[in-house]
């Protein structure tokens, strides 16, 4: 998933070829291990981590962690360093006197905030933040969500957001790619992915975010099975043991090529609207009322 709040100019393009496990980050391609390659990546991304904690030395203060940056990455005078990681914090809502601080004596959220100080330090043009906030308590994720979306319009700098929460994602990014077992089964704008999703796995993600019903109940829809191991797929479409529309021709190799309509791509062999009427959600089954998709 994508978020890019910022002007045109300052678009970063990313690419990700999934047959093969290729992926291009603005025309660079990040799985040819060449050297040269990945040092230009390194000084133009950078990274913030699942656990706040485990992402921080946990016996370095939070100035020098972000100092190091500056150093070594940077190569910038100390004198210059000092300032810089001042107002790095201040850019990440934490008082200077942060800086004195180890990880120990900080919140996960503040941990989180370090961590998103240490990625701007780099002065990315691409941050992949992989489940970021996912070990967070939900008031501060919404802390920490608005703190990105402020970072991306001000700096101007591409999030790729790694996530289960598709509440978070919707609120957060502006493209998103829906990958079962490695694979991308659809891909387009959140507006449109999440209006009208074509892939039964989005249907069923999507439906499987909770709602309240009108008896007043909550209610979400399940996939049924297992995910089967990604060392032995299954021939043909991949989704095709869990999903209630599967077909001869889904069992069958090879399995189908992601669809392009537009600015939409999708990996399914039926067409937009065959699935529901109007391309809506299909309900697949409802907790507690047993009621399953149409077949
Ligand atoms: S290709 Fe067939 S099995 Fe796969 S998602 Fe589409 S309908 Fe379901």
Same mark, same amino acid.
């Given at each position: 998933?994508?978020?890019?709040?910022?002007?045109?100019?300052?678009?970063? @393009?990313?690419?990700?070829?999934?047959r093969?496990?290729?992926?291009?980050? /603005?025309?660079l391609? #990040?799985? &040819?291990?060449?050297?040269?390659?990945?040092?230009?990546?390194?000084?133009?991304?950078?990274?913030?981590?699942? /656990?706040?904690?485990?992402?921080?030395?946990?016996?370095?203060?939070?100035?020098?962690?972000?100092?190091?940056?500056?150093?070594v990455?940077?190569?910038?005078?100390?004198?210059?360093?000092?300032?810089?990681?001042?107002?790095?914090?201040?850019? =990440?809502?934490?008082?200077? @006197?942060?800086?004195?601080?180890?990880?120990?004596?900080?919140s996960?959220?503040?941990?989180?905030?370090?961590?998103?100080?240490?990625?701007?330090? #780099?002065?990315?043009?691409?941050?992949?933040?992989?489940?970021?906030?996912?070990?967070?308590? =939900?008031?501060?994720?919404?802390?920490?969500?608005?703190?990105?979306? &402020?970072?991306?319009?001000?700096?101007?700098?591409?999030?790729?957001?790694?996530?289960?929460?598709?509440?978070?994602?919707?609120?957060?990014?502006?493209?998103?790619?829906?990958?079962?077992?490695?694979?991308?089964?659809?891909?387009?704008?959140?507006?449109?992915?999440?209006?009208?999703?074509?892939?039964?796995?989005?249907?069923?993600?999507?439906?499987?975010i909770?709602?309240?019903?009108? /008896?007043?109940?909550?209610?979400?829809? =399940? #996939? &049924?099975?297992?995910?089967?191991?990604?060392l032995?797929?299954?021939?043909?479409?991949?989704?095709?043991?869990?999903?209630?529309?599967?077909?001869?021709?889904?069992?069958?190799?090879?399995?189908?090529?992601?669809?392009?309509?537009?600015?939409?791509?999708?990996?399914?062999?039926?067409?937009?609207?065959?699935?529901?009427p109007?391309? @809506?959600?299909?309900?697949?089954?409802? /907790?507690? &009322?047993?009621?399953?998709?149409?077949?």
């Amino acid at each position: 998933m994508t978020s890019n709040h910022a002007p045109p100019q300052k678009s970063f @393009s990313i690419r990700i070829l999934t047959r093969g496990g290729r992926v291009r980050i /603005d025309g660079l391609e #990040v799985t &040819s291990g060449e050297r040269e390659t990945l040092a230009r990546l390194r000084r133009q991304t950078a990274m913030i981590f699942q /656990d706040p904690y485990g992402s921080l030395n946990p016996v370095q203060r939070v100035g020098d962690a972000l100092d190091e940056v500056f150093r070594v990455q940077r190569r910038l005078p100390s004198a210059e360093r000092a300032e810089r990681v001042r107002s790095l914090l201040e850019q =990440v809502g934490l008082p200077a @006197s942060f800086a004195r601080r180890r990880p120990r004596e900080l919140s996960g959220g503040q941990c989180q905030r370090v961590g998103i100080a240490r990625a701007l330090a #780099v002065e990315p043009r691409l941050i992949v933040a992989d489940e970021c906030v996912a070990a967070l308590d =939900v008031s501060i994720q919404g802390q920490i969500i608005n703190l990105l979306l &402020s970072l991306s319009e001000s700096t101007g700098v591409t999030l790729l957001f790694i996530a289960h929460d598709l509440a978070v994602v919707r609120r957060l990014c502006e493209r998103v790619a829906i990958l079962y077992l490695g694979r991308i089964v659809e891909e387009g704008s959140v507006a449109n992915v999440f209006d009208a999703p074509r892939h039964p796995y989005t249907q069923a993600l999507i439906g499987a975010i909770p709602r309240i019903t009108p /008896d007043g109940s909550l209610a979400h829809a =399940v #996939v &049924s099975g297992e995910p089967p191991s990604p060392l032995a797929l299954p021939v043909g479409c991949a989704f095709h043991p869990r999903c209630p529309h599967a077909a001869t021709r889904c069992r069958q190799a090879p399995e189908p090529e992601l669809r392009e309509d537009g600015a939409r791509r999708w990996r399914c062999i039926l067409l937009p609207g065959a699935l529901a009427p109007g391309g @809506s959600t299909v309900p697949i089954e409802l /907790d507690g &009322s047993g009621a399953r998709a149409p077949t």
